[in-house]
């Protein structure tokens, strides 16, 4: 196809829909790109529609997905340890209480982020371990998760500068250590290797999650 060229029905009925499902709504008889370049035409069934082409670094720009934070852990969860403080083997045993928490990642994102919550009068004395695992759904075994430091040991380290909203502090969430690889799994829950131990109320103490993941449009 060149630059101009007028796609006629014939040359474009039967073009892969789902791809077109994946794109982001527009004006029909507007092009469109996916990700790996191929051109697709997204107009009224029976349209001609005249075909431009533009050099790829003129058309892709990058976006990044917006999601909200999920409760991983709810409140009350982050000073109980799971295995007795040992290295979590079998998530679906290993686990002392019902405030873990299994999030659905619905097939978006590639990261996922996490922070913890917890009273702006509590100070924390022992930053809590996390093990984070994944699965694409029930019929799988997990398997572990790993962050961007290559560590199955996820440390949520809890700071005097942590943002305020001035009744809770809000850990920072960094860029390796607290961010996983979601490994194309779909449904994710978190285990605590080491609890979280402080000065104030810890029963309202909670682990909260992000998908996160740069996606391209065109």
Partial sequence: MLA??????????GWYPAIIQRIPPVEPGILSFIEFSVPVVVGAPGANIVMSVLPFHEISRPMAAAFEWKIAISA??????????????????????????????????????????????????????IQVFGRFNDTETWQRLKNLNDSIDVTIVASAINVTDGVSMFTDPDAQDQTVDLSATDEVTVRVKTAAVGMGDMTATFLQAKVIGGIRTY
């Fill in 4 to 13: 101009g060229e007028v796609i006629t029905p014939d040359k474009w009925t």
């Fill in 76 to 129: 009350g969860g982050m000073d109980d340890v799971d295995n007795v403080g040992n290295d979590i083997t079998n998530p679906d045993v290993q686990i002392v209480t019902e405030t873990r928490n299994t999030l659905k990642i619905n097939k978006r994102g590639s990261f996922m982020i996490f922070r913890m919550v917890y009273p702006d009068a509590t100070t924390i004395t022992t930053d809590p371990v």
